[in-house]
């Protein structure tokens, strides 16, 4: 007989878009002696559909199976679990491994989607200047240009945007990345009230274990360093007023009227640096096969190649 996992209590998700700094946070939060925190854990949302359908098991198990990130996790799977039970089991697995009495998770996409497995969460949402957003974008192969660069921000603002109405205020806090990096003890002690636990200098024990540093000011506003003047028109063109909304100034450059020509032609140059990208980060076989593979819609052959593909990223990064 197997015995249910216990119910992870007042579960906490860090929000915002990929390219926000969510990274070094978790890292913090997950250093922290009494917090463990999950990375990416979009794999509990992306299967459930607009409509709030849960997936189906024996595809979400298969689906598992090519997620690079849920498979170096080692979560266990426990097919006796319903859905809900079971994304909620990587959690209760992810505080247990770890010996801490609370956990968390990062989820930068379809998080309004997470109250339906967990409607009494916590949120934590972490933003960034949209601007410096859009161009690590291009860095990742995300996309090919800032205009395009700006979807997943877009993407998560909306979102969060929705949430502040639903969810009661006790239950979210917003931070700036900005004042994350120039003020970090202030701003974790904040988020630590938030939580209900006391600030730990150990949270800073991350550089010790990876590759990130402390927090450096000079990773801030880098835009107006690393954009041109015409690529810092382009996204406030797009988003002007969402940053002036979240307290960011804008560059006091003219004003740029984006054409329906001009976009058209911002999207096809998007498409060709992307390919260009993956063509750099895989190889022509690989790209061939991903394209094939999709194409000709061959479940095992897809299987393959995504884990390569991952695999290539994995060592990337190392």
Request: proline fraction near 4%; charge should be neutral.
């Given at each position: ?100 009495s ?53 993407d ?40 209900g ?22 990773l ?15 996204v ?11 307290g ?14 001009m ?56």
């Amino acid at each position: 007989m197997t015995i249910k996992q216990p119910l992870v209590v007042e579960p906490i998700f860090l929000v915002g878009a990929e390219r926000s700094g969510t990274t070094v946070l978790r890292l913090m939060l997950d250093h922290h002696p009494k917090i463990a925190w999950c990375s990416e854990f979009e794999y509990a949302v992306d299967k459930i559909s607009e409509s709030g359908e849960l997936p189906q098991l024996d595809e979400y198990y298969q689906w598992l199976e090519t997620n690079g990130i849920f498979q170096d996790s080692g979560f266990t799977i426990d097919r006796s679990l319903s859905y809900s039970q079971l994304v909620n089991s990587f959690l209760v697995q992810k505080r247990d491994r770890a010996g801490k009495s609370i956990v968390g998770a990062a989820v930068h996409r379809h998080f309004d989607r997470l109250l339906q497995i967990w409607p009494h969460a916590r949120f934590i949402h972490l933003v960034r200047d949209g601007r410096d957003v859009a161009r690590s974008s291009i860095g990742m192969g995300w996309a090919g240009n800032v205009w395009t660069g700006l979807e997943r921000w877009i993407d998560a603002e909306k979102i969060w945007t929705q949430l502040t109405s639903i969810i009661p205020a006790e239950r979210q806090i917003e931070v700036k990345y900005e004042t994350l990096i120039c003020e970090p003890i202030e701003t974790l002690k904040k988020i630590c009230e938030f939580i209900g636990m006391s600030y730990d200098p150990a949270m800073f024990g991350y550089t010790e274990t990876t590759r990130y540093d402390l927090p450096d000011p000079k990773l801030i506003q880098q835009w107006r360093r690393k954009l041109s003047d015409y690529e810092i028109q382009l996204v406030e063109s797009r988003i002007g007023v969402m940053l002036q909304k979240r307290g960011y100034e804008l560059s006091g450059l003219p004003h740029l009227t984006v054409t329906p020509v001009m976009e058209q032609q911002l999207k096809l140059q998007d498409w060709w640096a992307r390919v260009q990208f993956r063509l750099q980060r895989y190889g022509l076989a690989l790209f061939l096969s991903d394209y094939l593979s999709r194409k000709l819609n061959l479940t095992q052959w897809q299987k393959s190649v995504k884990v390569k593909m991952y695999d290539t990223n994995r060592a990337y990064f190392k």
